[in-house]
Structure formats: structure tokens, C-alpha cells
């Protein structure tokens, strides 16, 4: 599959290297760890990076790619096989269609070649993986956002995701020169106000009867401290992880555009996920999330997520 997927990339002229919206590392970091590479080892092609960006974006700049350019080209799309992930021009124009992903679910996107692999810890270890196998060199920045992609999904080698090919493809990125406090420092390192915010946030972490660990993000705090609800959501739910005596932790944070409530769910140990979908949300077994509509409906929640603890005691 690799071998044939370089047979198409050697055929076109025309190369254009996608992934999902909303990136995350691993999109981005996949993403440009091809798109260096290959621009590096054929220069006479037109290689073009496109896509959406957002505040994790390290690593460059995209292309305007016209329909008709789009036609005569080789799609690579990485890190997702469903369309609603998609921007839809990324899946409808092209020649022919690759797709590379770490992901369980099957494709819904028609595609002449599919490379899955989902032992892999990201999908950037993938393309390190096919690069070091197809001897495409690896320079430098593209061992940067490879190992970025890798960090990023793997919580810097902390989940189980990580497996000793990880290792041995992070050293071999490590060989092209990468400086890893710099890349720690561009991803990692926080501000003063962060660091302020998340005191804040957690100096109001209540727990229930169970140690359900819960914070409610009202549309109040979110003003006062004019913070975007995404981000608290999402990035500030992990405040409350890592804490021996808390098994399940829930963020239910105001989302003024949807005028709901958005709830973040996680645990170590317990499949939350079971209550998630009883709220009609979704998403892995132990980090998922919900929508309600009420602040009482929290209660209702923490209550689920209390029986589901007494239960399997
Ligand atoms: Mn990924």
C-alpha cells in the first residue's frame, strides 16, 4: 500500500496534502511532516497544504488551491476517513484519492487508496513510518512537526497509545536534528494569565458524594474573565485530571453561540461514555462529552456518574 501510494505521488504533478477540520497536532503536525518531505525530494512538483487553521497552529501557512488544480490532482487527505470531518472541496475534487488514518471507523469518502493503521500512536508516526521506509529524507522541519504530531496524540508518550515503534520512530526524527526544549517551549509553555485562570477555575472544583470532581462554567465567569467557552471547555476540563482520589471528572461550561450547556466528561478507569450517550453525546470510552440544556440537568449528570460508580463497586 505505501509502495503504491509513492508510485502515485512519483505519476503527478500536482500533490495536494489535507486533514481534518479543526486540527489538532497530529493533523497538522501529519500534515506538514508530508508536505516538507516531499516538498524537498521533488521540486519540481507543485505541492500545495491546505485546510482551516485555529490557536494550535505552530506550523505555517496554506494554499488557495483553484477547482481546476484541484481536478488534475493527487489527494492525500490524513488523520480522519469521514466526511463530516472534511471541508467538502478537500473530498470532492481530485484525480485520485489517499487516504492515511489511525482511526477505527470505516471510510465514507471513496478513495483509491487507503492506508490504515490503527496500532499506530498517531497518524504522524505513520508518515514518519512511510518516509523512512520509502527513504524520503526527512529534514528538519518535517521531523519538527512529525514529532509534534506524535506529542500531540500520544500526551507526550504518556498514553497507551504509545507503543516501542513510537520510540523508535521519535529517535530516528531526533537524527534530523530537532531540538526538543524548542519545540516544548512552542507548545507547552504558558502565560502568566493562563496559569492565573486555571487557580481560578480550579479553587471552584466541587466534588459529590463519590468524588465526582465537577466544575459549572456560567456564562458569568466566561465574561468576567473574557474567556472563550471552547477553550474552557476543552482545555481546562484536564485541570482536574491526575488526582488520586478523583475517578471521574466533568466540565459543564456555557456555550453563549448554542445557548446549551456543554459537558466534558472523563476517567481513568470508568466508561463514561455510557452517560454521555444517555444526553444523546458521544465520543471515546473514557473522554466524551454531551450537551444539555439546563443547569439542573448537571444534577442529573453528576447523578448518573455517581450510580455508575456505586455500581461497580
Ligand atoms: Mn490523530
Known sequence: ?????????????????????????????????????????????????????????????????????????????????????????????YKELVLVDHHRNDPDIEHDIYIKDINASSTAEIVADMLLKENVGINRESAKSLYM???????RFRFSSTTSKTFMIASKLMESGINLQEIHDLVYLETFEDKKIKSIFFESVELTKQNVAYRKNKKE??????????????????????????????NFTYDPE?????????????????????????GHLRACGCSINTWEETDKVLKDLDLLLEEEK
Open 149 to 155: 504530531g506524535i506529542i500531540g496524540d500520544t500526551g
Open 221 to 250: 465567569f466566561l465574561e468576567k474573565y473574557n474567556l472563550k467557552s471552547h477553550y474552557v471547555s476543552r482545555a481546562l476540563v484536564g485541570q482536574m485530571a491526575g488526582i488520586k482520589e478523583i475517578p471521574i471528572w466533568v
Open 1 to 93: 500500500m505505501v509502495h503504491k501510494l509513492f508510485d502515485l505521488i512519483k505519476k503527478y504533478d500536482s500533490i495536494i496534502v489535507a486533514r481534518h477540520k479543526n486540527p489538532d497536532l497530529d493533523a497538522y503536525g501529519s500534515q506538514f511532516g508530508l508536505y516538507y518531505a516531499l516538498k524537498e525530494k521533488y521540486k519540481d512538483k507543485n505541492i500545495y497544504i491546505v485546510g482551516d487553521t485555529n490557536n494550535l497552529n505552530y506550523f505555517g501557512d496554506f494554499d488557495d488551491v483553484s477547482l481546476d488544480t484541484r481536478k488534475e490532482s493527487l489527494v492525500i487527505i490524513l488523520d480522519t476517513v469521514a466526511k463530516q470531518m472534511l471541508r467538502e472541496i478537500d473530498y470532492t475534487y
Open 258 to 282: 448554542e445557548e446549551n450547556i456543554k459537558c466534558e466528561l472523563r476517567s481513568r478507569d470508568y466508561e463514561v461514555l455510557k452517560v454521555a450517550k444517555k444526553y444523546g453525546g458521544g
